[in-house]
């Protein structure tokens, strides 16, 4: 018998047991939940906006693992860059060199970013906001980093920080000595400023956490804020950069905004490898290495591997190629306003918003007696089941994968891979039609389920 390591022979022997080994050895509690809500399915494989399951059913994904499959999963050409990068056996991570793949993606990413000078590669979402939070502080002198209320930056201990969260951020203090402020509230981010100690406001266009678009002006106008109080703006671009929204960046939406430090990560990926990128402007970084002494003062031992360099490189390659941003705003339209001419139909849809392949569909307190009282039992047992009760039938009858916007927000979030089209669209209206007839009929399996949801929710008390 061969002693040699075979993957396909490994996952045909053991790979039924997935949801036991993960319960076993990893997170307990993430089977558990799959399990409760119905979502413990096998996917065999993965293509595009798709899975499939072993019988050959397809699954339209408009999760995209979080945004980190903005081009959809195995994108041939990020496929064929990740052969060839690997059939190239570089001399990689020697440390004491420059490779030529890490600067290339930079001068290609720096292309679509005006205003922006240098970039520093990392591997994650988290670790790029780790970087530009060290960066402001680094290089204006001062301590104290601003964030908006229910924004989500990451979940080390330095983006933890500045995570407008309570329920990411219980259990882990002591953290920095960061404040939060309300998103679009100017008075409040000049009160912290006038105080001198101020480093940087760190914030997202549009929130994940409920998908809350920054109001008209609010980028540009605590831009100039900051400037005057001499300290920087950080856009954390990880989700919603990269075309997300129907611009490369989110920020680009408003006119006459240049932050002084981006964060990446996510789509770059390609959905491969992980990888983050932190942009800056040019004084910030020659602040930071300011010296020979000090060339290693910030790195990352898997930082510009070649393999999530040619990722990246591949991406923007097929964004470009591809038009994928415009697509993303074109279909994002479409959607946006198909979800939004339902408000009127349904009395529990409250409100549709978002922008580009980023849209949250919200629910509420429906008019008719029968449904609110429904409604009532479902808040009083814990907010968001609601939300919960729209994403399982999707999945258990569309066989169309979604998630609730965060903990106790009646919220669903779309971000599909920015691939979709209108055959998507449609498959989805359709889909979600079905569910919210179903919703306002007041009765049936929906409802059903809805009553399994708060038995758990006041068992786990």
């Not at 996952?11 to 799959?34: D, S, T, V």
């Not at 109080?229 to 129907?246: F, N, S, Y």
């Not at 079905?434 to 009929?441: K, Y």
């Amino acid at each position: 018998m061969s002693t040699e390591f075979d993957l396909g022979r490994l996952l045909a022997e053991r790979g039924a047991e997935r949801y036991e080994l993960h319960g076993k050895y990893l997170n307990h509690q993430l089977p558990r939940m799959l399990h409760t809500i119905g979502f413990d399915k096998v996917y065999e494989r993965g293509e595009g906006a798709y899975f499939w399951d072993a019988d050959g059913n397809d699954y339209l994904d408009m999760l995209a693992g979080f945004g980190v499959m903005g081009l959809g999963r195995h994108h041939p050409v990020v496929r064929k860059a990740l052969h060839d990068v690997l059939d190239a056996q570089l001399a990689d991570l020697t440390r004491f060199d420059c490779q030529p793949l890490p600067g290339l993606l930079a001068e290609k990413l720096l292309a679509h970013s005006p205003h922006l000078d240098r970039v520093f590669f990392g591997n994650s979402g988290t670790e790029a906001v780790e970087t530009a939070l060290k960066f402001a502080r680094y290089a204006t002198g001062r301590p104290r980093v601003l964030y908006c209320d229910h924004a989500f930056h990451g979940l080390t201990t330095g983006s933890l920080s500045v995570n407008g969260e309570s329920g990411f951020r219980d259990g882990f203090a002591p953290l920095l000595p960061d404040t939060a402020v309300p998103l679009g509230d100017l008075d409040a981010l000049a009160r912290e400023l006038k105080k001198g100690d101020v480093a940087a406001l760190v914030v997202e266009p549009i929130q994940g956490k409920g998908v809350h678009e920054a109001p008209p002006g609010y980028l540009r106008s605590a831009q100039e804020l900051l400037r005057r109080h001499k300290a920087l703006l950080i856009a954390d671009e990880v989700q919603t950069g990269l075309g997300r929204t129907g611009a490369f960046y989110a920020y680009q939406h408003e006119d006459g905004v240049e932050p002084d430090l981006v964060c990446v990560a996510k789509a770059l990926s390609g959905g491969y490898v992980p990888v983050g990128a932190t942009l800056g402007k040019d004084w910030i970084f020659k602040k930071v290495y300011s010296s020979m002494d000090r060339v290693l003062v910030h790195s990352a031992s898997f930082g510009s591997n070649a393999q999530a360099m040619a990722a990246g490189l591949a991406v923007l390659s097929v964004m470009e190629n591809e038009q994928i941003v415009a697509n993303a705003r074109a279909t994002g339209e479409l959607l946006k306003s198909r979800l939004a001419a339902l408000v009127d139909k349904y009395e529990l849809l409250a409100d549709v918003r978002g922008r580009g392949l980023m849209i949250g569909i919200e629910f509420g307190k429906p008019r008719s007696l029968k449904l609110r009282g429904r409604w009532t039992m479902l808040q009083a047992a814990r907010k968001g089941l609601f939300a919960q009760m729209v994403v399982v039938p999707l999945l258990q009858r569309h066989r169309i994968l979604t998630q609730v916007s965060g903990d106790h927000l009646e919220v669903i979030k779309l971000i599909p891979p920015l691939v979709v089209g209108e055959k998507e669209v449609d498959r989805f209206v359709d889909a979600f039609t079905d569910v919210m007839d179903d919703a306002h009929s007041g009765s049936g399996l929906m409802w059903d389920f809805g009553r399994t949801l708060v038995k758990q929710a006041v068992a786990n008390r």
